[in-house]
């Protein structure tokens, strides 16, 4: 089992920076992906921002240039930097983690609680 804590978001202007942290307890030998997802009211959960066990970097489109992912060498902490926020940014973001077989298969996944983000135009 994994747990994760979120923190770092509240309210910002736009143009502004926040730095959101996830930090996960538990099994976190076994944690390989880390990711960050947003939901809008109204909208879909999307993918922010994800970084693998192999430290490949994916970002969705809206975020390239502006957000940043992160962990700290031993997989317990995984930051998202956000630049210049727009307020198209405001959500709830929440951390994700993937643990997988050996073969490749997906074994489990986890879910922080989330973080309000909003954007002041």
């Known amino acids: 089992q994994v747990h994760l804590v979120e923190s770092g978001g509240g309210l910002v202007q736009a143009g502004g920076s926040l730095r959101l942290s996830c930090t996960a307890s538990?099994?976190?030998?076994?944690?390989?992906?880390m990711s960050w997802y947003r939901q809008a009211p109204g909208q879909e959960r999307e993918l922010v921002a994800m970084?693998?066990?192999?430290?490949?970097?994916k970002y969705e489109e809206s975020a390239k240039g502006r957000f940043t992912i992160s962990r700290d060498n031993v997989k317990t902490t995984v930051y998202l930097q956000m630049e210049n926020l727009e307020p198209e940014d405001p959500a709830v973001y929440s951390c994700?983690?993937?643990?997988?077989?050996?073969?490749?298969?997906?074994?489990?996944?986890?879910w922080g609680q989330g973080t309000q983000v909003t954007v002041s135009s």
């Open positions: 970084l693998t066990g192999g430290n490949r970097r």
């Open positions: 994700y983690v993937a643990t997988y077989f050996p073969s490749g298969l997906l074994l489990d996944e986890y």
């Open positions: 538990g099994s976190i030998a076994s944690i390989d992906d």
